[in-house]
């Protein structure tokens, strides 16, 4: 079982940046793929990008180009960098460990609410 604690939200304007972390227990982090979700008010959470034990990542179309996700194996810490961030990124951003499909199996944390607005 994989405990996941996200931290790295807050309030920033557009156009800012802000960098979050998740910090997942367990010794076998190592072979988790992992993934950031989100989830605005009213909407279903949905995927942002996911990074495999090998490091290869992917991003939904909405992020490419502007959201970086990358792990620390070390420190079993997988983090999003987020940059040039729009009103539309606003959101309570959730991590957890996905298998080969990309389908979540973990206990969603508590999640970090990202805001963008002026």
Do not use: H
């Amino acid at each position: 079982q994989v405990q996941l604690v996200e931290s790295g939200g807050g309030l920033v304007q557009p156009g800012g940046s802000l960098r979050l972390s998740c910090a997942a227990s367990g010794s076998i982090f190592k072979i988790y793929d992992m993934a950031w979700y989100r989830q605005a008010p009213g909407k279903q959470r949905e995927l942002v990008a996911v990074i495999t034990n090998g490091g290869s990542t992917n991003y939904a179309d909405s992020v490419k180009g502007r959201f970086t996700i990358s792990r620390d194996n070390a420190k079993n810490t997988v983090y999003l960098q987020m940059n040039s961030l729009k009103p539309e990124d606003t959101a309570v951003y959730y991590c957890n460990g996905v298998d080969g499909l990309a389908r979540p199996f973990g206990n969603w944390g508590q999640g970090t609410q990202v805001t963008v607005s002026s």
